[in-house]
Nanobody, 121 residues
Framework: QVQVVESGGGLVQAGGSLTLSCAASGRIFSISTMAWYRQAPGKQRELVAGTTSGGGKNYADSVKGRFTISRDNAKNTVYLQMNSLKPEDTAVYYC???????????????WGQGTQVTVSS
């Protein structure tokens, strides 16, 4: 069984910071991409930031310069450092990981349960 578990959400004032963590566990052969998505009420889920196993990174325009994604491959963990938070960053943040269970099985998407981030004005 593979689990993807997020932590670190909460309530913060505008201009503040939060760090989200996401750890994948279980019988994992390899993980390709790890990414953070978010979904605000009434809106579609959107990509916030992603990182590849080789260190490549990608950010949504709305968070560039404020959010930083990092990854610890040894721990199968990805982090999202969020600075200068704005009320429009309020959403449920989801972790996504492309996980390969064995050498012979193609990687599949695994999602965490989500963690709420609320930014007050």
């Amino acid at each position: 069984q593979v689990q993807v578990v997020e932590s670190g959400g909460g309530l913060v004032q505008a201009g503040g910071s939060l760090t989200l963590s996401c750890a994948a566990s279980g019988r994992i052969f390899s993980i390709s991409t790890m990414a953070w998505y978010r979904q605000a009420p009434g809106k579609q889920r959107e990509l916030v930031a992603g990182t590849t196993s080789g260190g490549g990174k990608n950010y949504a325009d709305s968070v560039k310069g404020r959010f930083t994604i990092s990854r610890d491959n040894a721990k199968n963990t990805v982090y999202l450092q969020m600075n200068s938070l704005k009320p429009e960053d309020t959403a449920v943040y989801y972790c996504n990981a492309g996980i390969q269970l064995t050498r012979w099985i193609r990687a599949s998407d695994y999602w965490g349960q989500g963690t709420q981030v609320t930014v007050s004005s």
